[in-house]
């Protein structure tokens, strides 16, 4: 974004030439960027009434606004794309590292790829209709990271929109620029972070939508996820039609009640399952240690735990069916090792039954 200074904070005497260099600067900034033309023009008139509202000695405090919405405009991906190179091999690869177990729900990950692959082969670049996959299940079952696998799988950017505790339509879809605070929703916000327009985006936890406004936030929906309209989305502060129809949706929930049937009909339910301690175990030995070790700045040789102590971890985790619980007493035992031997207190440690009150929070 651009260091600007809002025209409020201008004295009198240095308005006119603030306010006439900052008129050029948009108009650079529309002519370098590449928007569609009819937005081009739209933007660039404005620019136009403000330059006869200077001239004649008009009230310019719309400037403001206008620089919010060119800074927006010129700062999407309008054509940028991510290119693809899905490589079935190396799409197990990064999925076998990323989950444990769960073959049934790689597979149809795997068969959706496939399809993607397909469609595109038959339908070029421009344009393709994906299957909505729509990851079910408690809390910690791996639902965000299969949406993240996929992202890395395809090569694409990845980004996440929070459902917990959207309030209204207009987080989705934007508000108007003329309303004050106005700025566009949580869709083109995800859009303008990753920097292309075919993302995968992950509608997360579509099942925490406030009650009030489930109606208004499930017709939403149904436009970004029907292939026949996504392809011209209005956010009400943009104004103007963004091509979403490249974009890879992903959606997950706890569960699937308080989601509208016409929604549902547009999405391919995958329960994920609740997993047992001895796959806790495996994920938390094999899979979790390794990463908040390496996340830490530590060498996998400075400890050792032994197989009654991972027993123990799990068994902590309750009724847990996933496994945060569980990665939290893995962090909290790493946190403790690091303290350690920043400490001077050793270099390495291992974790026995008899010692493991001291390592596990």
Same mark, same amino acid.
């Given at each position: 974004?651009?260091?600007?200074?809002?025209?409020?904070?201008?004295?009198?005497?240095?308005?006119?030439?603030?306010?006439?260099?900052?008129?050029k600067k948009l108009e650079d900034q529309l002519h370098a960027a590449n928007i569609p033309h009819e937005l081009w023009e739209k933007a660039?008139?404005? $620019?136009?009434?403000?330059?006869?509202?200077?001239?004649?000695?008009? !009230?310019?405090?719309? =400037? %403001?606004? +206008?620089? /919010?919405? &060119?800074?927006?405009?010129?700062?999407?991906?309008?054509?940028?794309?991510?290119?693809?190179? $899905?490589?079935?091999?190396?799409?197990?690869?990064?999925?076998?590292? !990323?989950?444990?177990? =769960? %073959?049934? +729900?790689? /597979?149809? &990950?795997?068969?959706?790829?496939?399809?993607?692959?397909?469609?595109?082969?038959?339908?070029? $670049?421009?344009?393709?209709?994906?299957?909505?996959?729509?990851?079910?299940?408690?809390?910690?079952?791996?639902?965000?990271?299969?949406?993240?696998?996929?992202?890395?799988?395809?090569?694409?950017?990845?980004?996440?929109?929070?459902?917990?505790?959207?309030?209204?339509?207009?987080?989705?879809?934007?508000?108007?620029?003329?309303?004050?605070?106005?700025?566009?929703?949580?869709?083109?916000?995800?859009?303008?972070?990753?920097?292309?327009?075919?993302?995968?985006?992950?509608?997360?936890?579509?099942?925490?939508?406030?009650?009030?406004?489930?109606?208004?936030?499930?017709?939403?929906?149904?436009?970004?996820?029907?292939?026949?309209?996504?392809?011209?989305?209005?956010?009400?502060?943009?104004?103007?039609?963004?091509?979403?129809?490249?974009?890879?949706?992903?959606?997950?929930?706890?569960?699937?009640?308080?989601?509208?049937?016409?929604?549902?009909?547009?999405?391919?339910?995958?329960?994920?399952?609740?997993?047992?301690?001895?796959?806790?175990?495996?994920?938390?030995?094999?899979?979790?240690?390794?990463?908040?070790?390496?996340?830490?700045?530590?060498?996998?040789?400075?400890?050792?735990?032994?197989?009654?102590?991972?027993?123990?971890?799990?068994?902590?985790?309750?009724?847990?069916?996933?496994?945060?619980?569980?990665?939290?007493?893995?962090?909290?035992?790493?946190?403790?090792?690091?303290?350690?031997?920043?400490?001077?207190?050793?270099?390495?440690?291992?974790?026995?039954?008899?010692?493991?009150?001291?390592?596990?929070?």
């Amino acid at each position: 974004m651009n260091n600007y200074t809002p025209i409020s904070t201008a004295s009198s005497t240095d308005k006119y030439e603030h306010v006439t260099s900052e008129i050029k600067k948009l108009e650079d900034q529309l002519h370098a960027a590449n928007i569609p033309h009819e937005l081009w023009e739209k933007a660039n008139l404005q $620019l136009q009434r403000i330059n006869l509202t200077l001239r004649y000695g008009g !009230n310019i405090n719309q =400037l %403001d606004m +206008i620089v /919010k919405y &060119v800074e927006w405009i010129t700062s999407l991906p309008w054509e940028a794309t991510t290119e693809e190179n $899905l490589n079935m091999e190396q799409a197990k690869k990064i999925m076998d590292q !990323n989950h444990f177990g =769960l %073959d049934a +729900i790689k /597979k149809r &990950v795997f068969e959706y790829l496939s399809v993607l692959t397909l469609q595109k082969e038959k339908k070029g $670049l421009q344009k393709f209709h994906a299957p909505i996959l729509f990851f079910v299940g408690l809390a910690g079952t791996g639902k965000t990271t299969f949406a993240k696998t996929i992202a890395d799988t395809l090569g694409r950017n990845f980004a996440r929109i929070p459902f917990g505790g959207l309030s209204s339509a207009l987080d989705l879809r934007g508000l108007s620029k003329v309303q004050p605070e106005a700025e566009p929703g949580q869709v083109i916000k995800a859009i303008r972070r990753v920097g292309t327009k075919n993302p995968v985006i992950l509608l997360d936890e579509l099942d925490r939508v406030t009650q009030n406004s489930q109606g208004e936030i499930m017709g939403v929906l149904l436009e970004l996820l029907d292939p026949e309209q996504n392809d011209h989305f209005i956010d009400h502060y943009i104004d103007f039609p963004f091509d979403l129809s490249q974009v890879i949706f992903v959606a997950t929930a706890n569960n699937t009640q308080s989601i509208s049937t016409a929604v549902m009909d547009r999405l391919e339910v995958i329960q994920m399952p609740s997993y047992t301690d001895d796959e806790k175990i495996h994920i938390a030995r094999d899979y979790i240690l390794p990463r908040l070790l390496n996340e830490s700045g530590l060498s996998p040789d400075v400890l050792s735990v032994d197989e009654e102590v991972w027993k123990h971890i799990a068994r902590l985790s309750g009724y847990d069916p996933g496994i945060r619980s569980v990665e939290r007493k893995v962090e909290s035992m790493v946190r403790i090792i690091a303290y350690k031997i920043v400490s001077g207190a050793g270099k390495q440690f291992a974790i026995t039954k008899e010692n493991a009150k001291d390592f596990i929070e």
